[in-house]
């Protein structure tokens, strides 16, 4: 990757940015998700619109490509988060490239006014890439793998990380 990753919020109004990198994670690595690419691809606009108020989109792009995308939605979560990150992806050919830790700076940057500075995440068991990218980045794993409601049968670790202020 030469070129400099570009960070930004997405703007409800951006709604076909956030559907079209979400669309590409779940084609790419829909495994890696709770949700499901069938679902998401018969959302309406409207749909899109209301997930892009209670999801912020955070995402990555290189010399105007959207490349890297994640979520952050404020809530009080387990073990005193005060946000919660979602949908983390990255486009495989960029990779190992630090789009996900330019995400995470992104959102730390305005964690204080924001009241992003606890951030809890949930990840398979079995994603040991995601975990390990999680643990470069400061989450900890905490408690105990919880079964999924939307995908009985799979288990998530909860991770939880300090914003780097
Ligand atoms: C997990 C994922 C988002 C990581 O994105 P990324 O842009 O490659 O991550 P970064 O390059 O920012 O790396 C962050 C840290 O994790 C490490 N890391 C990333 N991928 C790694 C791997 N495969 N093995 C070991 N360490 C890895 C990096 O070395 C870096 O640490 P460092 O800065 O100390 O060297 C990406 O692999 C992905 O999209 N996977 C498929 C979707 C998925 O599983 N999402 C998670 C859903 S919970």
Same mark, same amino acid.
């Given at each position: 990757m030469t070129s400099a990753v570009l960070v930004e919020e997405l703007t409800e109004d951006q709604w076909r940015r956030y559907r079209d990198i979400r669309i590409a994670a779940l084609?790419?690595? #829909?495994h890696a998700f709770g949700?499901?690419?069938?679902a998401e691809l018969r959302y309406t606009e409207?749909?899109?619109r209301s997930k892009a108020?209670?999801?912020v989109g955070i995402i990555a792009s290189v010399a105007s490509e959207d490349i890297g995308f994640m979520t952050v939605e404020n809530l009080k979560g387990d073990f005193g988060a005060t946000?919660?990150? #979602?949908?983390c992806w990255v486009h495989p050919d960029y990779r190992k490239h630090g789009a996900l830790r330019a995400l995470f700076h992104f959102i730390d940057l305005q964690a204080t006014e924001r009241n992003w500075k606890k951030q809890g995440l949930g990840v398979w068991?079995?994603?040991e890439v995601a975990i390990k990218a999680y643990e470069k980045i400061g989450f900890v794993t905490m408690g105990e793998p919880e079964e999924s409601t939307?995908?009985?049968g799979l288990f998530y670790q909860r991770m939880i990380?300090?914003?780097v202020i």
């Open positions: 084609e790419s690595d #829909g949700s499901s690419l069938e409207a749909e899109w108020r209670q999801y946000s919660w990150i #979602g949908s068991i079995d994603n939307r995908k009985p990380r300090d914003a």
